[in-house]
């Protein structure tokens, strides 16, 4: 599912359960070894999705740690981004790229109070003519992957309010790529905002297991520089931040029930105002939505991105978003 939404020059490896014969590098391991056992599940299967992500592009095993602020760190030479959510676990990595940003949560309604500190007022008027079922969680899908492509790049915190999206549904398939405006070789920046992430919903509900057929990475892969880690920090990690936080999705039910295949994608149900249906389709996991999203970025800084583009899939009771930023052409 992922990899429809994102180019082909993305490696990308999706589970739909966790399997119990995984093994991870003691490092990995190190890293939950004092967790519950249903973050250690995820985490496993999710850095298990990433090194099949990396075979692909014909990189040797490598242990994925996590940096100080709790992103994942790459080997030298690649981007990429880990999700996971009910059910579902994906990596997305690539060469000749400067960032990856992706996120996957289930399509359930947002808790009360969340969405008010999640969009602006604009944002939220937008939200009801798009025409899905509950809204509010694609709009913080999308900041989600919004802030996994901006940070590698700036090494700057971003707030849910910094970055103002807009949504579109689309006509055309999800495997057109997204059309990402080249932005230029990231700068490392000398101070940080905090950012104010929310804690997800991500009970297990194991389906069955499919990996996508391998991506081919694209020519100028021995072109990227990674970007330069920032400076280490006192400051909270990503992950410390979304534990913490007081406006949990923990009293959410599970989603609805996952189809053994995901159900084939049948276009958008329209391009704008409700669907037709679409509440009784999303509750039944069968509703298959998709389009482009767009970002404004209000914080600026020397060589920082301004604006993002990517794509989003609503498809089986999951909703996907994803950003690939590509590297400046020569």
């Not at 490092?27 to 999710?46: G, H, M, N, P």
């Not at 913080?140 to 579109?168: C, M, N, Q, R």
Request: with cysteine; glycine share 6%.
């Amino acid at each position: 599912m992922i990899d429809e939404i994102l180019p082909p020059w993305v490696a990308t490896t999706e589970l739909f359960g966790d399997p119990p014969d995984i093994t991870l590098f003691p490092e990995e391991e190190a890293l939950v070894s004092d967790s519950a056992e249903k973050r250690r599940r995820e985490f496993r299967t999710s850095r298990h999705c990433a090194h099949l992500a990396l075979r692909q592009l014909g990189v040797n095993p490598h242990p994925i740690l996590r940096s100080d602020r709790g992103a994942p760190t790459w080997p030298a030479g690649v981007v990429g981004s880990i999700t996971h959510c009910a059910g579902y676990r994906a990596a997305a990595v690539a060469h000749g790229a400067l960032s990856i940003g992706i996120d996957a949560e289930p399509h359930l309604p947002m808790p009360p109070g969340v969405l008010e500190r999640t969009a602006t007022p604009a944002e939220a008027t937008a939200l009801d003519l798009l025409g899905i079922p509950n809204p509010g969680r694609l709009l913080f899908s999308a900041k989600e992957a919004i802030y996994k492509a901006w940070y590698p790049l700036t090494g700057h915190w971003l707030g849910f309010l910094d970055a103002t999206v807009t949504f579109t549904t689309s006509r055309s398939s999800p495997l057109s790529p997204p059309s990402t405006t080249p932005i230029p070789a990231p700068h490392t920046p000398t101070s940080s905002t905090p950012h104010t992430p929310f804690q997800t919903l991500k009970p297990p509900s194991p389906p069955p297991a499919h990996t996508p057929t391998p991506s081919t990475p694209p020519p100028a892969a021995q072109a990227l520089t990674p970007p330069t880690p920032p400076p280490a920090s006192n400051a909270p990690s990503h992950s410390a931040q979304h534990a913490s936080d007081a406006l949990k999705f923990s009293a959410q039910p599970a989603p609805p029930a996952r189809l053994r295949t995901p159900p084939a994608h049948t276009g958008a149900l329209t391009e704008s105002g409700p669907l037709a249906g679409a509440e009784a389709a999303a509750q039944s996991g069968t509703l298959t939505v998709f389009g482009t999203f767009t970002s404004e970025i209000a914080v600026h800084g020397p060589g920082w991105p301004t604006r993002f583009e990517g794509r989003w899939l609503v498809s089986g009771g999951l909703i996907l978003t994803a950003i690939a930023v590509p590297a400046p052409s020569a």
